[in-house]
C-alpha cells in the first residue's frame, strides 16, 4: 500500500507491503458547512458570556501567534478588525502582539510571516520578548507560579487573544488563555508553569484535570484576557467552527468538536509507526516537530520504531536544547538530568524525547545537518522508504504499521 505524505512545502511518497497489519491513523477532515467568513461574522455576532465594555476604549491589544503555529490570521483577523470599527474601535488605537513566549522575539522584517501585510503595514505590531526589563509582575498563582507579563497586553483597555485549537502534546490543548498566558509572558513564569511537565496529567487531550492547563487559566485571568477568538480546522486547514467570547466558555465550546475529529481509534500498539509532523510550518524545526513524536510513540509498542518525516528546514529551534543534550550518550542520562538540574524551557525538550525514546526507537527524516541529529541521540536515515524497507526485514511479515499522516494533531486511542 502506497501513502503519500507531509514533509515541508512538499511530498514523501513511502509503501508498505500489503502483507502487514496496516492501520491509518488521521483525523477526520469534514467539509466547512459555510466560508470562512461566515463562520467568523457569526462566532463574532453571537459571542460567548461577553459584553462589550461601556465604558470608553482608548487601547485595544491583539495577542496573535508567530510563524511557528499554522493560524490562519489572513482569514481570522479582517472579520475581527471589522467588527471591532462597528464598535467605534479606530486603526490607531490597536496594537498587534505577536505571541512569542521563550522562541526569539521576530524581526519587523518577518512580521509578514505572523500578520497579512494588508494589516502589518497599516497597524502598529510589535514582538513580544520573554526577557523584557519592561515585563509587569501580577503576583503569583496558587500553586506558586510567579506571573511576569507583557506590560502593552496588561494595560490595554481591551485585551484579545487569537488562535487556533488543536491538540496540545503537554497542555492539552492549544488555543484560549495560552497564546496570552504563556506567549506574553516571562521567561521565568514560563519556566514555573511548564515545570508542570512531570506531572502525569500533563498530556495531550485532558484539559479539566491537567495542572499545566489549570495554572494558565490562572495567568490568563490575573493578565485580564477579555475576549478569544479561536477556530477549530481541519486536516486541510480549512475552518470548520469560529468561538468568540470569554476565553473559557470558547474552549469549552471548541475542545468536544477537537476530540471527535482528532482521537483516532487503533485496535492495537504498532511494531513500526511511519509519522509525518504534518508539513510546513508543523516542521519548522525539531522544537516543533517533536510534538508528533509524542503521539508517534502513543501508537508504538515498546521495542518498536518511530519513523518521523520533518523537514525542520529551520534546523532544531532552540539553543537551550543543543547546549543540555551536548555530550550526553544516553536518553536515560538525559531524562534523569533533566528530572534532577530542575526545568528549563529548551532543555525540557531532550526530556520530552527521551521519555519516548527510552522506549521506542527514533528515525529522523530532516533537512538537518546527521551530525547534528546524531548529537540529540536520534539516528537520521536518508531515505524513508530504505529505512521502512529495512525495519520491516526484521519483523514478521503481518507486523503492525501504524501510519499517521498529520501526527502533530492526532491523538491515538488504543483499543487493547
Known amino acids: 500500500m502506497q501513502f503519500q505524505l507531509q514533509y515541508g512545502k512538499s511530498i514523501i511518497p513511502v509503501s508498505v507491503p500489503d502483507s502487514c497489519s496496516i492501520h491509518i491513523l488521521a483525523p477526520k477532515s469534514p467539509e466547512p458547512s459555510a466560508s470562512a467568513l461566515a463562520i467568523l461574522q457569526q462566532a463574532l455576532e453571537h459571542p460567548l458570556h461577553f459584553s462589550f465594555p461601556e ?23 479582517p472579520p475581527l ?13 490597536i496594537v498587534f502582539l505577536i505571541a512569542t513566549g521563550t522562541h526569539v522575539p521576530i524581526s519587523s522584517e518577518e512580521y509578514h510571516l505572523c500578520l497579512p501585510e494588508a494589516i502589518s503595514q497599516k497597524y502598529q505590531v510589535r514582538s513580544h520578548d520573554a526577557d ?21 497586553f496588561f494595560n490595554a483597555d481591551l485585551r484579545i487573544v487569537v488562535g487556533n485549537i488543536e491538540p496540545h502534546h503537554f497542555m492539552g490543548f492549544s488555543g484560549g488563555m495560552k497564546t496570552a498566558a504563556i ?54 486547514k480549512e475552518i470548520l467552527a469560529a468561538f468568540a467570547g470569554n476565553p473559557l466558555r470558547v474552549m469549552e465550546q471548541s475542545m468536544p468538536l477537537v476530540k471527535d475529529s482528532n482521537c483516532v481509534k487503533a485496535p492495537e500498539c504498532c511494531d513500526l509507526v511511519i509519522a509525518s509532523a504534518g508539513g510546513y510550518p508543523k516542521d519548522i524545526n525539531f522544537y516543533q516537530s517533536q510534538k508528533a513524536l509524542t503521539h508517534a510513540a502513543m501508537l508504538t509498542r515498546d521495542g518498536g520504531t518511530v519513523i518521523l518525516l520533518a523537514a525542520c528546514p529551520e534546523g532544531i529551534g532552540s539553543r537551550g536544547y543543543e547546549q543540555f543534550i551536548a555530550g550526553m550518550q544516553s536518553h536515560d542520562e538525559a531524562y534523569d538530568r533533566f528530572k534532577k538540574q530542575g526545568f528549563q524551557v529548551g532543555p525540557h525538550k531532550a526530556f520530552l524525547v527521551a521519555r519516548d525514546a527510552r ?14 541529529v546524531r548529537r540529540l541521540l536520534i539516528d537520521p536515515i536518508a531515505e524513508p522508504q530504505a ?13 503492525s504499521v501504524g501510519i499517521m499522516p498529520i501526527s502533530t494533531i492526532t491523538i491515538p486511542e488504543i483499543s487493547r
Not at 478588525?81 to 488605537?93: A, F, H, S, V
Not at 523584557?132 to 511576569?148: E, F
Request: aromatic share 4%.
Open 132 to 152: 523584557s526589563p519592561d515585563l509587569v509582575y501580577l503576583g503569583k498563582t496558587h500553586i506558586g507560579t510567579p506571573v511576569w507579563v507583557n506590560a502593552e
Open 81 to 93: 478588525l471589522n467588527w471591532l470599527e462597528k464598535r467605534g474601535i479606530q486603526q490607531k488605537q
Open 359 to 372: 522506549r521506542v526507537h527514533v528515525l529522523l527524516k530532516s533537512e538537518i545537518p546527521e551530525s547534528d
Open 183 to 236: 506567549g506574553l509572558a516571562g521567561r521565568e513564569t514560563i519556566n514555573a508553569n511548564h515545570a508542570l511537565l512531570l506531572h502525569p496529567n500533563s498530556r495531550t487531550g485532558l484539559f479539566e484535570n491537567n495542572p499545566m492547563r489549570c495554572d494558565v487559566e490562572e495567568i490568563g485571568r490575573m493578565m485580564g484576557v477579555h475576549f478569544a477568538l479561536n477556530v477549530v480546522m481541519n486536516a486541510k
Open 387 to 399: 529505512a521502512i524497507d529495512r525495519v520491516l526485514k526484521s519483523l514478521p511479515a503481518n507486523a
Open 55 to 77: 465604558q470608553p476604549i482608548r487601547s485595544v491589544a491583539i495577542a496573535i501567534n508567530d510563524k511557528t503555529r499554522p493560524v490562519p490570521h489572513d482569514a481570522i483577523l
